[in-house]
Structures are given as C-alpha cells and as structure tokens.
C-alpha cells in the first residue's frame, strides 16, 4: 500500500470516525471502501485501457506463426 495524506472537513472527519466506530473498522479502511465505489463507477480511461492491452502484446508464445490471421481457425479447432 502507499501512503498518502488527505484533509477532510470536521463533519466529514467526524461522520467516519462514528461510522468506523460502528463497524469496527479503520477509518482509512473506509475510505479505500469509498474510493473502490467511486473508481469503479467511473468509465474507462482509454488510454489506461490501451497501456494495459500493449502490457500483454507478445507476453505469450502460442508456438504456430499465423496466429495472427489464423485465430478463428485455431479456436475453432480447439473448442470443437
């Protein structure tokens, strides 16, 4: 995990210490909870889902040297 410092408003800071009372956790465990919803509501950043598609580009050896233009034929053959 990294560190990180944010500021709240008293209310805000007050309303997370009660709820984390009650629920027996961390404050900062609450937050991550929070930003976890927030993060998966946004859309994509296409960018980011570029980066991460390039990530795997190569990564693997299928051992043939068409699979790039015989993929569904591969498949096809697989799945049957």
């Known amino acids: 995990m990294i560190r990180t410092q944010i500021q709240l408003t008293d209310e805000q800071?007050?309303?997370l210490k009660e709820m984390a009372h009650e629920s027996n956790e961390s404050i900062a465990?609450?937050?991550?909870?929070?930003l976890d919803q927030f993060l998966?509501?946004?859309q994509p950043n296409r960018r980011a889902l570029y980066?991460?598609?390039l990530a795997v580009v190569g990564?693997?050896?299928a051992g043939v040297h068409d699979i790039a233009i015989e993929h569904d034929?591969?498949?096809?053959?697989?799945f049957k």
């Open 73 to 78: 034929r591969y498949l096809e053959e697989e």
């Open 40 to 42: 998966s509501k946004q």
């Open 59 to 61: 990564k693997y050896n």
């Open 51 to 53: 980066r991460q598609a």
């Open 13 to 15: 800071a007050s309303l």
């Open 29 to 34: 465990a609450l937050i991550r909870k929070a």
